[in-house]
């Protein structure tokens, strides 16, 4: 893909996002046309993603190119400025109906398969396999991770609190994580000194050699890793925390992230379903695998697969279901109304966001009743689970946060070219057969690493290369300097990986002036309570971390600081030169589609987007010389401010200022912010008229985008909407859509 120096690819997504992008971009292509600037879509949606797979099975009308790929090479121009919304890192079920409702509108394309046996079927597969969890981010992540909460939201949220849910030392809740046997407890690491070429083979105790990964090209300086998670370690854990659970009366609760990990969690997430159902899986399991029931994909995979039998025994199974529930524990829910648990399906109970959400409501989830209650949150893999009870024992103790005299946490995360545990996709493998797990040098056949596995366990290798390190070093120092605040590298020395990365933040430290900073290396929880006991003193304090645990912090400080990770500014600089900008640190929202549907309602707040492209055009600005995309950034900012301090933000209530609402409030608050600044008379006068005009018709509009409210409306389609239909639903203000002609030209 080439681009001109004055292009900003924005993001076509999928879910929330995507619909107020029908909204967002008129008006922001309306502004930046004045400056020259060109704003170009890109649609990376996953169903536009698994049409690109297919073009075999598809008419020429049909057809789409693979934008997702152009994007990953964009990212290797220094001229690349990408504006990123948040999209569907989708799980097998959510894969499924994707291509249910492609297939429904005349997509000819082939079916998910789920045991492949012929070569075809395994090729298809390989290609949906592409589109599966977490398929774009770590595409376009050629960069690493820099997100904070501006100090103009900081400030806000200081003055206009979102409520807190009330901690007490009684709280029952906490987090249930192994002791051992997990991917923690026998990790080996290594860094490479020369480049290498490895493969990954399991030497089975038949003698029998398998090869898992036949080459993966490793350079010099790079770090690698090998862990494995025992099955039998696993599902010993789940049978004691179920019993526990159940004999202290607390609720339980399941948090993983298959979507980023999506082939060793959605395993993890199937044990548990059927550790927890284990008499009715003893009773059935010949018929399940008759059926090919995989609750990896979560429970509702096995209540889709038993919809095919004869009524008497779907029944039998569903009683005996139920049944197992009388000696296990009460379990979260998802949606207590339709009697969704957290074993339904995986990508309900993404870690990240769903911990957090507990923790800011004082340590709760919602029961089979809709009621509150404490919880036992199982988090099998102990390497980051810790910070969690970190925080949970701190809440405790001292009560919820005050969001109005918190200090922030931004983070420096390592993230670029698919590091950690996060790129590890194609080098995780489930072992057949007890045997001994090698990393091999190709070229001399020695043993780099080595581990004792038994079948069923999950093996993995990751990897992070040098130069990114170096780069994250680099930016956590930045960070510091120009923040003026401590910043802490979460790492653990007992932790072979992390000793090894700690060996070069000490050495590529050395490489930069760190007089005056304050600059220290702490294991996760130490550096939690260190960072926590700051926090309650209103002191900032910069996280710098490992992968993982950008996402998850990323997401528990803003919803604690600023009530959503919708606030943050995230920031992806990338190692070729270019920018990419993230717009929040948080999801799609898929709830938010739902109550527009029902209610003409979303209540998605694109703040994230509002901050991402002011500094995508502060940046084309500064790299292209462009005056105007400067004052165009400088208004973005001022006007967002307004915006905040006049609470015109979307409310999640229906009737009241939606999105669509607070998009008009931005329009016309950017206008008369240009029409009222000396630095651009040309751009003065340009939006002069509009501003009038939107101040004039300020009450019309409001009361044309409020009036639509409260009735369904037909979008035509989920993972593929009908842009026409979408558009007449996000776009229903005749008056400021005409207002918004008055500029072109
Ligand atoms: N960068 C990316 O591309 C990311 C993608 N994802 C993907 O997003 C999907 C949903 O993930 P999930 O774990 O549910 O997390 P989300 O962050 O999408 O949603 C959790 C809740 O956060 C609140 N929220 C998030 N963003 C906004 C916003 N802009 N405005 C208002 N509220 C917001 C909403 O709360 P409420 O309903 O109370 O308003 C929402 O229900 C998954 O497919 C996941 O894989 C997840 C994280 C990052
Ligand atoms: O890509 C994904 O699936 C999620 C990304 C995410 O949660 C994050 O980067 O914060
Ligand atoms: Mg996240």
Request: aromatic share 6%.
């Amino acid at each position: 893909m080439t681009t001109g120096k004055s292009t900003i690819i924005y993001t076509l997504t999928d879910e929330a996002p995507l619909l107020a992008t029908y909204s967002l971009l008129p008006i922001i292509r309306t502004f930046t046309a004045q400056a020259g600037v060109d704003v170009v879509e890109s649609d990376i949606s996953v169903a536009t993603r698994i049409l690109a797979e297919f073009p075999d099975s598809l008419t020429d009308e049909q057809k789409v190119p693979d934008n997702l790929a152009a994007l990953g090479q964009l990212t290797q121009d220094p001229s690349a400025n990408i504006i990123k919304l948040p999209n569907i890192s989708a799980s097998v079920p959510q894969l499924q109906a994707a291509i249910r409702e492609l297939q429904s509108r005349g997509y000819k394309i082939p079916d998910l398969p789920e045991d492949p046996k012929t070569d075809e079927e395994k090729a298809i597969l390989k290609s949906y396999s592409k589109v599966l969890g977490s398929a774009v981010n770590p595409v376009l992540r050629e960069g690493n991770s820099d997100r904070r909460a501006p100090a103009s939201i900081k400030r806000f949220a200081r003055k206009h609190p979102h409520s807190m849910g009330e901690w007490s030392m009684a709280s029952r809740s906490h987090v249930a994580h192994m002791t051992h046997g997990d991917f923690y407890h026998g990790e080996k690491s290594m860094t490479l000194e020369a480049a290498r070429d490895v493969k990954m083979e399991l030497i089975g105790k038949s003698g029998k050699t398998t090869v898992l990964k036949s080459k993966v090209s490793l350079k010099a300086g790079e770090i690698i890793d090998s862990m494995f998670m025992s099955k039998k370690a696993l599902c010993e854990f789940y049978e004691t925390q179920f019993e526990d659970a159940r004999k202290t009366g607390v609720m339980l609760s399941l948090h993983v992230k298959a979507t980023m990990m999506k082939v060793s969690h959605p395993i993890v997430f199937g044990h548990a379903v059927k550790i927890f159902y284990k008499e009715a899986f003893a009773k059935h399991g010949a018929l399940f695998e008759e059926l090919g029931v995989n609750v990896n994909n979560g429970l509702v995979n096995l209540y889709e697969k038993i919809d095919t039998l004869p009524s008497t025994k779907k029944e039998e199974i569903i009683r005996d279901l139920h049944a197992c529930h009388e000696h296990r524990p009460a379990l979260a829910m998802v949606d207590s109304a339709k009697g969704i648990s957290n074993l339904h399906a995986p990508n309900d109970v993404i870690v990240d966001a769903s911990m957090p959400a507990m923790i800011r409501i004082g340590g709760k989830m919602w029961d089979a009743n809709g009621k509150p209650q404490d919880t036992k949150a199982v988090i099998p893999e102990s390497t980051f689970a810790r910070i969690y009870q970190e925080v949970i024992n701190f809440c405790k103790t001292n009560g919820n946060f005050d969001p109005t005299t918190m200090g922030t946490v931004p983070n420096v995360g390592l993230m670029a070219q698919k590091a950690e545990e996060y790129g590890s996709h194609d080098k995780t493998f489930e072992i057949t057969e007890d045997g001994v797990a090698n990393i091999v040098d190709l070229a001399t056949g020695e043993v780099l690493l080595t581990q004792n596995v038994e079948q069923g366990d999950i093996w993995r290798m990751c990897q992070v290369k040098d130069a990114p390190i170096r780069d994250w070093v680099k930016l956590a120092v930045t960070r510091a300097r120009n923040s003026g605040m401590p910043a802490v590298f979460w790492l653990d020395p007992y932790r072979p990986h992390e000793a090894e990365l700690i060996k070069k933040v000490e050495t590529y430290l050395k490489d930069h002036d760190t007089k005056g900073l304050d600059i220290q290396i702490m294991s996760q929880v130490r550096a939690m309570r260190y960072t926590l006991e700051r926090v309650i003193r209103g002191l900032d304090t910069i996280s710098v971390t490992g992968n993982i645990l950008r996402d998850y912090l990323t997401d528990l400080f803003p919803i604690m600081e600023l009530g959503t990770s919708a606030k943050m500014l995230s920031i992806v600089p990338l190692m070729a030169g270019g920018g990419m900008y993230e717009t929040g640190a948080g999801g799609s929202a898929p709830k938010h589609v739902k109550q527009l549907v029902e209610e003409n309602h979303l209540r998605w707040d694109s703040l994230g987007e509002f901050l991402a492209l002011a500094v995508s055009l502060e940046d084309m600005g500064i790299k292209t010389g462009n005056n105007k995309a400067k004052v165009l950034a400088k208004t973005l900012d001022d006007a967002t401010g307004k915006l905040l301090d006049n609470n015109k933000s979307p409310s999640p209530k229906t009737g009241e200022l939606d999105n669509r609402g607070s998009h008009f409030y931005l329009a016309m608050y950017w206008a008369q912010e240009l029409a009222a600044q000396k630095d651009d008379a040309e751009l003065a006068a340009k939006f002069a008229p509009l501003a009038k005009h939107l101040t004039e018709n300020e009450q019309k509009i409001a009361d044309e985008l409020k009036s639509v409210q409260g009735n369904a409306v037909d979008i035509g389609g989920y993972f593929l909407a009908d842009p026409v239909k979408v558009s007449a639903v996000m776009r229903p203000s005749a008056t400021l859509n005409k207002a918004l002609e008055l500029v072109k030209g």
